[in-house]
């Protein structure tokens, strides 16, 4: 049986990040990865955050700079013209096999073709997994932290016992094509019921020609299936203007993201769970990538150090939770509720909505869709908005009518 430090489940963003974390830091690690190739086949529509991807060293030709943010409702429309480069869209596979070249680079060996079916426990520790090999042959590796980054599954989570899993996902489907003629600076988020009913579509260009057009749903409050919508609005794509003259379909996608807000716990005895696996996408785009990064960054650092000092129970690896839920919690979970707001709206409400944001700052707009909620910058929304007082003011006497229950009956 082979032994490593640390053993990661997911060769995706979470999983890659951690694995350079944890080699840079001297930690032996292990990366399997079910899919035969990094990267492919792909999953995401690839829209983030250009700030994460200087962190992380990633070529600048591996993403595509954003300058316009369109807002597509039934019968309004917004455009937000980004004064500086904020956000972009990924070439998926190239920029996985950087994280991964770099991993190795770091000492992490990354091996393909290793489907995880369960985990390793002794005792009350996760001591490693079982895997079958491109051979269909069933292997055990020993670790002393095992790292679940295989997405929305949480496969050893779990099993191990960290959470329940979920029972909510956005489905997504896409197309990606080459399209001369599609307009490569701006990204175009389509709402509305006619094209993704609880959810929303999407036109990301990344370069090279190539746009992904897309529609998600949320499962859990709409039995749309996002594939026959998709083929509706690529029909229909054309009346928002976006063009697809000689355009040809190069890939097809399809993936899930979890819809169900943070994991109860991500963090056990010899065991931590990152990116998708600890339900931590933002909520408001269903966007991972970014707290992916992180999330796999602070984890393997904080395995490695756990190994330094021979101790790796929950205790010890609760500063990657603490750290994370500090930082991101309070985000994703007013991100939770908006979602799960935004799910039930229909036509009416969404013209409105897209009708109230025209006034918004376009920095803010993309800070929103990142579950980043700055206090001073809404502020002064709200001030340059007489519309929404009545409801801001209703919301506030029924915070307050609660608080006072809660406080005599306690």
Known sequence: MEQFDIVIVGGGPAGLSAAYAASKAGASTLVLERKMEIGKPVHTSGGTYIQVMRETGVPDEYYHVIKTIRFSAPN?????????????????????????????KAGAIIRTGA??????????????????????????????????ASGHNAIIAKKAGLHHGFRRFGVGAEYEYNAPYCRQNEAVIVVGNRYAPAGYGWVFPWGKQRVRIGVGILNADSTANPRDHLDLFVSEVHKIGVDLTDATIVESHFGLVPSDGLASSFVGNGIMAVGDAAGQPSQIAGEGIRLAIIAGQVAGETGAKAIQKGVWDKNILLPYENQFRNQFSRQLKVGYFINQRMAQWDNDVWDKRVRRIKKMDPELVADLLQSKFSFFPLLMFAIKTPSIWP????????????????????
């Open 76 to 104: 309004e429309e917004a455009i937000f013209k980004l004064r500086k480069p904020i956000t972009c869209v990924i070439d998926v596979t190239a920029t996985y096999k950087y994280l991964a070249e770099r991993a190795g």
């Open 115 to 148: 489907t995880v079916f369960e985990p390793q426990i002794k005792g009350e520790f996760v001591t490693g997994c079982g895997y079958k090999d491109s051979d269909d042959r069933a292997r055990f590796v020993k670790a002393k932290v095992t790292i679940d």
């Open 391 to 410: 409801g801001a003011f209703r919301r506030m006497v029924k915070y307050i009518i609660k608080g006072v229950a809660k406080a005599f009956n306690s």
